[in-house]
């Protein structure tokens, strides 16, 4: 059995910080304003709650960031949803953006890209956040702590206490000298492991047992 991973264009999804403060500008947000998102549909594997109740934990402990929702169904006419962030009181603090085409900028927008699913396969969504040099925190689903390595923050399913530690830590990081280092590492990883030449590169070994890296050089000689 071959395992080849997904691959991203690099071209698309990267560091923009230009757009990124255009976004958040638009949405009324400061430079200095502490920014998380979830990038994903509604859907009851993607554990929202999860991630709404870190928010509330974060906020008794007067750390609670602006939240960007994104996603077919995450709007204001998502009855259950809005009862949700109602309930909890954190009306001011997430903001329902809906289906979106442009989520390389959404990515630059934020500090952070926190995703709280309680099942995954492969979550693209956790590496094209990185492509764009946005740190990830995460649940230990699926292959969520192999495409994030040491770049982010893995934290255990349907526990939001541990979530919103690691919110906590990544935004408190953000802030700080170490900021511009885990952003180029986790743009680095996405590079080194899962860029769509890579993924070309593995099938061609698998179908033809030779690289492009190897014909190249077999070329040349």
């Known amino acids: 059995m071959h395992v080849i991973p ?3 264009d690099l071209n698309v999804f990267q560091p923009d910080p230009d757009a990124g403060a255009a976004l958040r500008a638009d949405l009324g947000l400061g430079i ?4 998380i998102g979830f990038v994903a549909r509604h859907d009851p594997l993607k554990d929202h709650r999860n991630l709404l109740q870190a928010l509330n934990v974060l906020k ?19 009855e259950v949803l809005a009862g ?8 001011e603090h997430v903001r329902l953006l809906g289906r979106r085409s442009d989520v ?36 230990d689903v699926g292959d969520a702590a192999e495409i994030i390595g040491d770049t982010g923050w893995i934290v255990p399913p349907r526990d939001p206490e541990a979530l919103a530690d690691a919110i906590a830590k990544g935004l408190r990081e953000q802030t700080g000298p170490a900021r511009p280092t885990r952003r180029e590492a986790a743009r680095r990883r996405v590079a080194e492991r899962f860029s769509i030449e890579r993924m070309v590169d593995s099938y061609r070994t698998v179908w033809f047992g030779t690289s492009h890296e190897t014909s190249k050089r077999e070329n040349v000689v």
């Open 6 to 8: 997904n691959g991203y």
């Open 32 to 35: 200095d304003a502490s920014v």
């Open 60 to 78: 008794t402990h007067g750390e609670a960031p602006v939240c960007l929702l994104i996603g077919s169904g995450m709007d204001a006419d998502n």
């Open 84 to 91: 949700l962030i109602s309930d909890m009181g954190l009306g």
């Open 104 to 139: 390389p900028i959404v990515m630059n927008a934020l500090d952070l890209h926190v995703m709280s699913s309680r099942s995954e396969a492969f979550p693209n969504v956790l590496a094209e956040a990185m492509a764009c040099g946005t740190p990830c925190v995460s649940t």
